[in-house]
């Protein structure tokens, strides 16, 4: 599977403090045999954020994860930014990496976490804290598959 990889953080694209989710996430994505095949750090902004995505997704990323910007700051604004482009959101991938996440850690609930399908890529809001985003990841391993493989699906006409 062909994916790419965001970053989004304010702190990190200004080069305060250096960039572990997307390394985290590109480890990971390596262990489930996946090509990376654009990698970006992007600030906390809604229209830079969905550039990307598109950007990503006209790259031919089939699977777009990101990292960060999912919480409930106010300059938390992933979900949002990805509403405002999506065709169709996928509930159950945010309910099940809030469900299995919160045992261990109760705070999981505040996580706005999503799925989604832009253009014909299938992008998964994952949290910034790196461990919290591989561990979600994993959550939800066993349905990616299938569902970037119908986001890429070609409509037919009648």
Known sequence: ???GII???DRAAAGIYEDFGGPALREAAAGYGWRVLAE???PDEKVQIQETIRSFASQGCGLILTTGGTGITERDVTPEAIRG???VEVPGFGEVMRLKS???LPNAILSRGLAAVV???LVLALPGKPAGA???LGHV???LDHAVKLAQKVPTSC
């Open 1 to 3: 599977m062909n994916i």
């Open 7 to 9: 970053t989004i953080s």
């Open 40 to 42: 970006a750090i992007v």
């Open 85 to 87: 482009i999506m065709r």
């Open 102 to 104: 919160f045992d261990a």
């Open 119 to 121: 253009d014909r890529s």
């Open 134 to 136: 591989v561990e979600c």
């Open 141 to 143: 391993r066993g349905a």
